[in-house]
């Protein structure tokens, strides 16, 4: 889910973003609640319905973000950074760079947000109860109330990445004391459970088209099922990627011939040397010197008719801002830093001099070849 979302500030130096569906969401969601308000309190004014309908989204939307604080609150106890939280309509993504060393840390980061909605509940129900009867705060209180209840027992069910399979890993991971099964055992929840939204969502959707009812509620089952079943798949191949990497330096995977282009070519001409070649990214020399690094990326961050007229050094990222790793480092720590930085490749350094080179080309081969030899011997874990 790289870049889809808009940021919206900062919160405990955490960035925070809002997932592209969430305008619509929103509009939705105010909507729901204004004609509600309105409808179940006739005595209202349309501006009160409304404006409570306005209110009870924005708070809405607090509740998620506290929800997804809370996590991140844990995590950074545990000295796990956290890169971003991006919020959806029926949840948030708080992005842990590093995953947790031990089960223990990740059941309780897993827990720390449905407790912190459930405890949001317990607040609006005092609320809707000591507010007088039909007051808007008393109907705004009931609402967020059922939401946040709501909200916490969503993400309790145990399906990964939801906190429910979350918790579910940590358990199995404590027992199991293996990290990759127990993984995988969530992932196949998670997309059993998405699965299963999406058949029940179909079901309600066709019974209420038959009887005439609208279909929209059941579509909804469908769509965050179909949602789920997506960011179940692409956590595991993270797992599984992490797996295969597990003991392995960043000298095993970086690739050493690496190819070279003078700084001051066309970019013209470097799309010449990327055909020819194929190869995505290439070191930038002035002489012997090594200046900068090009890639496909900035090339095509360039309108192509203005190729001929600028020079690979305009666009490159220079020495100084290169992502660098050490031949050293460990494989699976490149992997989290090259995925926390959103970079797809990084230069190896070692005593000022440059080494190889680490693309994500190259990672996928080396998860891809120790996979296949994984099968082979049938040692996977
Ligand atoms: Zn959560």
Redesign the pocket.
């Known amino acids: 889910m790289r870049g889809a979302g808009f940021k919206i500030g900062r919160v405990f130096g955490i960035p925070i973003y809002l997932h592209s569906s969430w305008f619509l969401i929103f509009a939705l969601i105010t909507y729901q609640f204004g004609s509600e308000f309105s409808s179940t309190n006739p005595n209202w004014t349309a501006g009160q319905g409304w404006s409570l309908g306005l209110l009870t989204s924005a708070l809405f939307f607090g509740s998620v973000l506290f929800?997804?604080l809370s996590?991140s609150i844990v995590a950074i106890r545990y000295r796990l950074p956290v890169s971003s939280i991006t919020l959806f309509f029926f949840?948030g993504v708080a992005r842990i760079s590093r995953e947790p060393d031990r089960p223990g840390q990740e059941f309780l980061i897993?827990a720390a947000?449905?407790v912190s909605s459930y405890f949001l509940a317990a607040c609006f129900w005092l609320l809707a109860v000591y507010a007088p009867q039909h007051s808007m705060a008393a109907e705004l209180g009931g609402q967020l109330s059922w939401i946040n209840a709501m909200l916490a027992t969503f993400?309790l069910v145990p399906g990964f990445p939801l906190?429910g399979g979350r918790l579910l890993r940590s358990i199995i991971w404590g027992i199991t004391k293996n990290y990759t099964r127990a993984t995988r055992i969530a992932a196949v929840g998670g997309q059993i459970v998405a699965y299963g939204m999406m058949a029940i969502g179909l079901w309600i959707a066709v019974q209420g088209y038959l009887g005439g009812r609208d279909v929209i509620g059941g579509l909804w089952w469908v769509f965050i099922g179909w949602f789920l079943l997506t960011v179940a798949r692409q956590s595991y191949a993270q797992v599984a990627a992490r797996g295969a990497l597990e003991g392995l330096r960043v000298s095993d995977i970086m690739t050493s011939d690496m190819a070279t282009v003078q700084r001051d070519i066309s970019l013209e001409e470097y799309a010449r040397e990327v055909t020819r070649t194929g190869r995505r990214a290439h070191l930038v020399m002035s002489g012997n010197q090594l200046v900068g690094l090009m890639t496909v990326e900035a090339l095509q961050s360039v309108p192509r008719e203005e190729w001929p007229m600028n020079s690979v050094q305009a666009v490159m990222l220079s020495r100084d801002g290169l992502p660098l790793a050490a031949p050293e480092d460990s494989a699976v720590e490149l992997l989290e830093r090259m995925r926390s930085a959103n970079v797809d490749q990084m230069a190896v350094i070692t005593g000022g001099n440059i080494v190889g080179m680490v693309t994500r080309d190259s990672i996928s081969r080396a998860v891809q070849t120790r996979n296949d030899v994984g099968h082979l011997t049938g040692s996977r874990s």
């Open positions: 929800h997804e996590h949840g897993a947000g449905p993400n906190d």
